[in-house]
């Protein structure tokens, strides 16, 4: 699958430097020809020479040094490329490119290139963890970057945790899979929401559920993966925001609705994972509500039922509604179903064990119109996201055929 591409290996200075060198050699043995742009940091770890050698091609590390004089070496590398892969990508670099600075050849090719440009971190946990080196990974998935995420374990400052860079053999792994012509959901939007609501009481109190956006963001990770644009319309939820797709965060069942339906026109999947509130207070309060003697008693008024609303005006949109039960599983599912004119739902008891709220697992039933439920054993969220998308992808038949 990378015989014949052109790649651009961009090395940014880590300790981690060392890792692209084997990198560099194992791309060369898939048939890619490499190219590789060294930082001036990075060649403090390893040589350009040793880059040469693996690549069988000259090393670029100086905006000025023009090896060919009838082109601009920057421009031409990044004309060149049929992808580009910066690994490892410090804070640093990240930072350059997410502010649009170019003050070496490294960022300036970066900020040329318009072939995809892939991006593997690697530093200190808790500079990965900043929030200026966050929103920096965020801004640049905004544009468009995608992400090898970087592996946990020991660190080479001596720390435990996130921040390894991942290793050569999976990075050529996932390259091979990015560039495979399997990506059965390419040039489709799919919409999802994912986590609870918060409806609010007061300034201090609200009501919502534990709903944990697990399962939503995972299938989030999994539509990108197979080449869909997505947006994650997520409530309140602790989980840091998948790479390489777009989010809008929320809070009430209200303005869901309204980030939903401003998405759903342009949209050709739609997943309503999320659980959002059935109710909300009649009355809410810009202050704390005192205490007072006696019962008090809290007035509710339904929120709109987004799935209800999008299956009365979707066209050609695909819908899927999700449904947690405690019980009559089936039953609730097929009447969900009909009422809510969806394409599928996805169906689980939220007592059994494994399935419930926060849990890293999930047991579901997929209901369609037509065809037996499908029963799923207890798997992993992300293998249940990746089911819920086949089973999604039967209702583009043509794309089917054309894309697997």
């Known amino acids: 699958m990378l015989n014949g591409k052109k790649i651009l290996l961009c090395v940014t200075g880590g300790i981690a430097v060392f890792k692209a ?31 040469q050698v693996l690549s069988k091609n000259d090393v670029y590390t100086d905006t000025f040094d023009e090896k060919n004089s009838k082109v601009v070496a920057h421009i031409d590398l990044a004309d060149w490329a049929d992808l580009v892969l910066i690994a490892p990508a410090t804070a640093n670099v990240i930072g350059k490119l997410a502010n649009g600075i170019a003050d070496n050849m490294l960022s300036t090719t970066c900020l040329a290139v318009t072939a995809p440009v892939y991006i593997a971190p690697a530093m200190n946990v808790h500079m990965y963890a900043h929030p200026a080196v966050q929103k920096n990974l965020q801004t640049l998935a905004n544009y468009g970057y995608r992400f090898i995420e970087p592996g946990e374990g020991y660190l080479a400052c001596g720390y435990v945790g996130k921040g390894r860079l991942e290793e050569p053999e999976t990075i050529v792994d996932i390259l091979e899979f ?30 919502s559920n534990h709903s944990t956006g697990k399962m939503g963001y995972a299938i989030a990770e999994a539509a990108r993966d197979f080449g869909a644009e997505v947006v994650l319309i997520s409530g309140p939820v602790s989980l840091s925001a998948p790479t390489g797709v777009g989010m809008i965060q929320i809070e009430s069942a209200e303005e869901m609705y309204q ?12 997943i309503k994972s999320a659980a959002v509130a059935d109710y909300r207070p009649k009355t809410a309060y810009d202050y704390k509500v005192k205490k007072l003697p006696g019962e008090q008693l809290l007035e509710l008024e339904r ?42 739902i996805v169906a689980n008891n939220v007592k059994s064990e494994g399935a419930g709220f926060g849990t890293d697992t999930n047991i579901v039933t997929i209901f369609k119109r037509n065809g037996d439920p499908i029963e799923l054993p207890l798997l992993a969220k992300k293998d249940v ?20």
């Open 303 to 344: 929120t709109k039922d987004i799935l209800f609303e999008l299956g009365k005006i979707k066209t050609s949109q695909v819908l899927v509604g999700f449904a947690a039960e405690t019980d009559h599983l089936e039953e609730y599912a097929k009447g969900k179903l009909e009422r809510k004119n969806a394409d599928m």
């Open 385 to 404: 996201a990746q089911r819920i998308l086949k089973e999604a992808l039967t209702f583009f038949k043509d794309d089917l055929n054309e894309n697997c």
């Open 21 to 51: 060198a084997a990198l560099t050699s194992k791309l060369t043995q898939k048939g890619a020809e490499v190219k590789v742009i060294l930082s001036e940091s990075a060649a403090k770890f390893v040589t350009p020479l040793t880059f």
């Open 259 to 270: 980030a939903v339906l401003h998405e759903f026109e342009g949209a050709d999947l739609v």
């Open 178 to 207: 990015e560039t495979s012509a399997e990506k059965p959901f390419k040039g489709k939007k799919v919409v999802i929401t994912a986590g609870p609501t918060r409806e609010k009481i007061d300034s201090v109190r609200f009501l």
